[in-house]
Antibody, heavy 117, light 110 residues
């Protein structure tokens, strides 16, 4: 059974940093693209970033470019999202998702990030 | 990258069929057949219902079907059931190697 478990969320002040983690199990992590998707309170889904199997390709939504960095450690079956220079509008539940060709087929339960002073 | 366009809400009675539209551009939805649909119940994670326009993952009811014409994709739910009441999101790959979602549609089963 595929399991994706996010962690690392919490309350952070504007301008601060957080590192999210996603622990994967139940599948061969190193063979899948992986993705971060977020959802602000009461709002819709927003794709944030995705990363190729070997980490050589990374893509971001325009609003987080230069502030967020997606990475992975295939030896640890883990996906990460380093978030710097956080803003109030980054407040959201952050989901990691497995990303086979053309879709997102399994999702974690999410971790809440709140940016507030 | 602008979000795909979905109706904010749709409704239907049990047993009826409803269709949710999702409109994009020639740079995203119209460019590829990488269109997916996700169901999200309140407080839960999204669940994949349709991928690559019209394919159903294992375990998803055949009451759910998808299609696409040009820059518009559609999700049809037939034989509406109370448990179908949820938010539905479309998503598409884009020419920029990114992804974009629709704004979401709230389905109410009357």
């Amino acid at each position: 059974e595929v399991q994706l478990v996010e962690s690392g969320g919490g309350l952070v002040q504007p301008g601060g940093s957080l590192r999210l983690s996603c622990a994967a199990s139940g599948f061969t992590f190193s063979t899948y693209w992986m993705t971060w998707v977020r959802q602000a309170p009461g709002k819709g889904l927003e794709w944030v970033a995705h990363i190729k199997q070997d980490g050589t390709e990374k893509y971001y939504v325009e609003s987080v470019k230069g502030r967020f960095t997606i990475s992975r450690d295939n030896a640890k079956n883990s996906l990460y999202l380093q978030m710097n220079s956080l803003r109030a509008e980054d407040t959201a539940v952050y989901y990691c998702a497995r990303h086979p060709h053309g879709t997102f087929d399994d999702w974690g339960l999410g971790t809440l990030v709140t940016v507030s002073s | 990258q602008s979000a795909l366009t979905q109706p904010a809400s749709v409704s239907g009675s049990p047993g009826q069929s409803i269709t949710i539209s999702c409109t994009g551009t020639s740079s995203d939805l119209g460019a590829y057949n990488y269109v997916s649909w996700y169901q999200q119940h309140p407080g839960k994670a999204p669940k994949l219902m349709i991928y690559e326009v019209s394919n159903r993952p294992s375990g998803v009811s055949n009451r759910f079907s998808g299609s696409k014409s040009g820059n518009t994709a559609s999700l049809t739910i037939s034989g509406l059931q109370a448990e179908d009441e949820a938010d539905y999101y479309c998503g598409s790959y884009t020419r920029s190697n990114t992804w974009v979602f629709g704004g979401g549609t709230k389905l109410t089963v009357l």
